[in-house]
């Protein structure tokens, strides 16, 4: 029997089953008795592996910023955009509204949610205290909650394939750096255990 100060209560995502989640060692995960959904885990170093991966991120994004997207030529004619151009190509095409949502979509969320890992992690990782965790914790599983990075790559591959049919599409740098981008930010996203990263939070916090 476990000591009821280190279980905390929880309703299954699944099966809305109330559960007094055990305390799990690194390498456990919890899972649902009657449904088996996974309510918690703790992967072995998971917050140096989210910093690391996280770290990663910033590096590719920074180069999916600076470098071409891709190339259109059609008839002899190229035209070169990175991914910056494109929510100020949308906005010249007198659709200020989707300029802004993709702005948000493909830049501003993901470096704010690359951002928000990084603090939090980073005092976690070096066993730091910090008053500000718990607003920074909110902020990062909000921000999850609205960051499309993988929907954008699947609307993006999804569009190149239709607009192949019509010009030559050559991909840039920026494309594969992108790709790599949204692949490290899934991996340092998945080391985040909601319930462990609270659990973090909370002894890290004076
Ligand atoms: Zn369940």
Redesign the pocket.
């Known amino acids: 029997m476990q000591d009821i100060s280190s279980q905390t209560h929880t309703a ?1 995502e ?2 809305d ?1 109330l559960i007094a989640v055990p305390a799990v060692a690194e390498g456990e995960r919890a899972e ?1 008795p ?2 088996g ?1 996974t309510l918690t885990q703790r992967p072995r170093q998971g917050f140096e592996r989210s910093l690391s991966f996280a770290l990663a991120a910033c590096v590719f994004f920074a180069i999916s910023l600076a470098f071409p997207f891709l190339t259109l030529a059609n008839g002899g004619i190229e035209n070169v955009m990175t991914l910056p151009e494109a929510s100020i190509a949308i906005w010249r095409e007198q659709d200020p509204v989707l300029a802004v949502i993709v702005f948000l979509a493909i830049i501003a969320l993901p470096i704010a949610l690359i951002g928000t890992i990084i603090a939090l992690v980073t005092p976690l990782v070096l066993n730091k205290q910090a008053a500000w965790l718990p607003g920074v914790g909110k902020l990062m599983f909000g921000l999850n909650d609205w960051a499309m990075v993988d929907v954008f790559v699947i609307g993006t591959i999804v569009s190149l394939v239709k607009i192949a049919k019509l010009a030559t599409v050559i991909l840039g740098l920026s494309f594969w750096a992108y790709i790599l981008f949204a692949i490290c930010l899934t991996a340092s996203l998945s080391g985040l255990d909601r319930l462990q990263v609270w659990k973090a939070i909370d002894a890290a916090t004076p």
């Open positions: 299954c699944e099966c089953l649902c009657r449904c959904h």
